[in-house]
């Protein structure tokens, strides 16, 4: 596994910290957009709670973002995805949306630097 590890490509976030490019792309493309699309309150749950662990979830909406591997069993979230919500989401309450995670200078792995 620490083979893989090594070998894995990683990007850099805004907050300078790299994380794994495949986590990055899955969350950024299907799970953030889903929520926001789909699960409204569970999006801002989960960045209200990444933004402060003290945070309450509403409601179904921790099991639901259990249900879906985003928070663990124990109500806690890992530190990638973590990472990630917290460079791709600007904004508050109804005023928030998703926003390139990169460093400006970083792009994915054979993307265009625009997208």
């Given at each position: 596994m620490k083979d893989k590890e090594k070998n894995m490509h990683t990007v850099l976030l805004k907050n300078g910290i790299k994380e794994a490019e495949p986590l990055v792309?899955?969350?950024?493309?299907?799970?953030?957009p889903d929520l926001l699309k789909n699960h409204p309150t569970a999006?801002?749950?989960l960045v209200m709670r990444c933004r402060d662990k003290s945070y309450k979830?509403?409601?179904?909406?921790?099991k639901l973002l259990k249900d879906k591997n985003i928070v663990d069993t124990d109500g806690s979230i890992h530190s990638s995805i973590k990472n990630i919500v917290l460079c791709a989401i600007e904004g508050e309450g109804i005023e928030m949306r998703l926003v390139n995670p990169l460093k400006k200078s970083e792009n994915y792995e054979g993307s265009s630097p625009n997208g």
């Open positions: 792309r899955v969350m950024m493309y299907l799970v953030l999006f801002y749950d979830f509403f409601g179904n909406n921790e």
